[in-house]
């Protein structure tokens, strides 16, 4: 039985539609990741899945529960992390704990197990109220928060956003240690480097799934010559690249252009090219797809 059964679930708010048909399985003790930028309708589906929100249309199941008919029975099953707002800003550390295990009817000593790899992190602050917490700390608060009822799925909206890189670091591997316990997790990132964290992943923008595929999958879905170019004028180079024939895509990407060619091509026969056009410092590199290009690539298919 899978942990997580989505099918054909469609969401409008008025006039935007948040989600479109989107359909998706997540494994018992899987790490899966929706991969997308904001407003693609990752939060809708966190909250259709919480049972906070109804579709407008398709069926969904959480830990065999299916989400309208069974919502009180998943209530119980599932932690949800909310992107903002699910501590008590005014209430310690210890307090938001207290408070979470008692409305789910249990104590932080009943299942300190599952929570104490990462509470021992945030112990030595637990008379601090949570509002004086750093980004990092009340991450791991908030995770404790929604592992405190031991529950069997775990749903984390954007837990990463706005928390510096280490702790990112550190908030995967407590990830990595809980699915090791048996508990799904589906989590949400508008980080497209963390892909490679997950089992699997599904790419989402403007409410349609683009693919679904394991980290390893999804590079082999990317199977155009990909080159990272730069010169003294990217603005100009980008407009030129654009029109010469050999060109597929071309796409800004930091300093860099990253370009896509129809065949394959050696990069010094393109770095000459653009030479002999007048960009004398050019530089071409073949380059191996980032998460990011495969997401760019993806979504100017389906525009
Ligand atoms: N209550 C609402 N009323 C109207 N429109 C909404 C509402 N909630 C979300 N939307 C719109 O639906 C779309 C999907 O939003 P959603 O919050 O699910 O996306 P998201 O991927 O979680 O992005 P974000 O990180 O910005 O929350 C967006 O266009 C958003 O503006």
């Given at each position: ?36 930028p ?15 929100l109804?579709?407008?249309e ?168 990909l ?14 690249l ?16 990253h370009?896509?060619?129809?065949e394959d ?28 290009d ?10």
């Amino acid at each position: 039985m899978a942990a997580i059964s989505v099918e054909h679930i469609s969401k409008q708010y008025g006039e935007t539609k948040a989600l479109e048909s989107v359909s998706f399985e997540v494994k018992e003790a899987e790490l899966f990741g929706l991969i997308g930028p904001d407003g693609a309708g990752k939060s809708t589906l966190f909250r259709i899945l919480t049972t906070l929100l109804l579709a407008d249309e398709g069926e969904a199941y959480v830990a065999g529960h299916h989400v309208v008919k069974d919502y009180k029975e998943i209530r119980k099953k599932v932690g949800y992390m909310p992107g903002k707002f699910s501590l008590y800003q005014d209430l310690s550390v210890e307090e938001n704990l207290s408070f979470f295990a008692t409305i789910f009817g249990t104590t932080i000593e009943e299942n300190y197990e599952l929570i104490k790899d990462i509470y021992v992190q945030i112990e030595p602050f637990k008379k601090r109220p949570a509002g004086k917490l750093s980004g990092g700390m009340k991450q791991k608060l908030a995770l404790c928060c929604a592992l405190i009822h031991k529950p069997e799925v775990l749903f984390l909206d954007e837990p990463t956003t706005g928390v510096d890189a280490v702790s990112r670091k550190e908030f995967w591997e407590m990830l990595k240690q809980l699915k090791a316990k048996g508990i799904t997790i589906l989590v949400s990132t508008p980080y497209m480097d963390e892909a490679s964290l997950c089992d699997r992943i599904a790419l989402i923008q403007s409410g349609k799934i683009l693919t679904i595929n394991t980290p390893k999958g999804l590079m082999n879905e990317f199977t155009k010559p990909l080159y990272a170019v730069k010169a003294e004028n990217t603005y100009k180079l980008l407009t030129f690249l654009r029109q010469q024939d050999f060109t597929d895509t071309v796409l800004p990407f930091g300093e860099f252009l990253h370009l896509t060619t129809e065949e394959d091509m050696p990069e010094s026969e393109i770095e000459n090219h653009l030479k002999a056009d007048g960009f004398e410092k050019a530089e071409v590199k073949r380059i191996e797809p980032t998460v990011e290009d495969i997401f760019l690539a993806l979504s100017s298919e389906t525009e």
